[in-house]
């Protein structure tokens, strides 16, 4: 399964493009593939540090028994450093019990229900004219586009988040890791 794994991701590596691929999506694969066959999207998110402000947040919104759940879920997961280029004093202000509704509309703007590899995602783009809209668990809409060789997700305010490592899988879904937080 490890083996499979990584054959699938070098191969998606390959037909991406190396041109995206951060330090960090180099240095945490083994990590990621090693949790993933035993981990839930939430488990493995917990397991890697890069993850530690989007697994505050989830706890902060009451959804890791959810997003622990049977699934399957594609979860589009912003990093540390993403959280990071919100204005200073989101993530603080965000988490407070008092804003909890907005935490959660925001968190599950970047969940879809159903598991969408990275293939299944730029097949879909593809047979869709270069753009294809994802609904989300949240209710509202990403679209996901391709340009030179990488996968945006554009929000509903046009706000636009490059998927910098794929197919992390999970035992309830899968992880694409973006690089900017999505809102709805």
């Given at each position: 399964m490890k083996k499979?794994?990584?054959?699938?991701?070098?191969?998606?590596?390959?037909i991406l493009g190396f041109g995206?691929?951060?330090?960090?999506?180099?240095?945490?694969?083994q990590a990621a593939a090693e949790n993933s066959a035993k981990a839930s999207v939430v488990g493995i998110a917990a397991s890697l540090d890069d993850f530690s402000t989007l697994v505050t947040a989830v706890k902060a919104a009451e959804l890791v028994e959810t997003l622990d759940g049977e699934g399957p879920f594609t979860v589009f997961a912003p990093t540390n450093e993403a959280f990071g280029k919100l204005p200073e004093g989101t993530v603080e202000s965000l988490v407070q019990p008092e804003n909890k509704e907005m935490l959660t509309a925001i968190l599950t703007y970047h969940v879809v229900a159903?598991?969408?590899?990275?293939?299944?995602?730029?097949?879909?783009?593809?047979?869709?004219?270069?753009?294809?809209?994802?609904?989300?668990?949240?209710?509202?809409?990403?679209?996901?586009?391709?340009s030179d060789g990488n996968v945006i997700i554009t929000d509903a305010q046009g706000n636009s988040a490059t998927v910098v490592q794929t197919d992390v899988d999970a035992s309830n879904g899968i992880i694409h890791v973006i690089d900017k937080v999505v809102l709805p």
């Amino acid at each position: 399964m490890k083996k499979l794994m990584k054959v699938s991701l070098m191969s998606l590596v390959l037909i991406l493009g190396f041109g995206q691929m951060t330090a960090w999506a180099q240095h945490n694969d083994q990590a990621a593939a090693e949790n993933s066959a035993k981990a839930s999207v939430v488990g493995i998110a917990a397991s890697l540090d890069d993850f530690s402000t989007l697994v505050t947040a989830v706890k902060a919104a009451e959804l890791v028994e959810t997003l622990d759940g049977e699934g399957p879920f594609t979860v589009f997961a912003p990093t540390n450093e993403a959280f990071g280029k919100l204005p200073e004093g989101t993530v603080e202000s965000l988490v407070q019990p008092e804003n909890k509704e907005m935490l959660t509309a925001i968190l599950t703007y970047h969940v879809v229900a159903g598991e969408y590899n990275a293939a299944a995602v730029i097949e879909a783009i593809n047979n869709s004219g270069g753009s294809f809209t994802i609904p989300t668990v949240q209710g509202g809409e990403l679209t996901a586009t391709l340009s030179d060789g990488n996968v945006i997700i554009t929000d509903a305010q046009g706000n636009s988040a490059t998927v910098v490592q794929t197919d992390v899988d999970a035992s309830n879904g899968i992880i694409h890791v973006i690089d900017k937080v999505v809102l709805p």
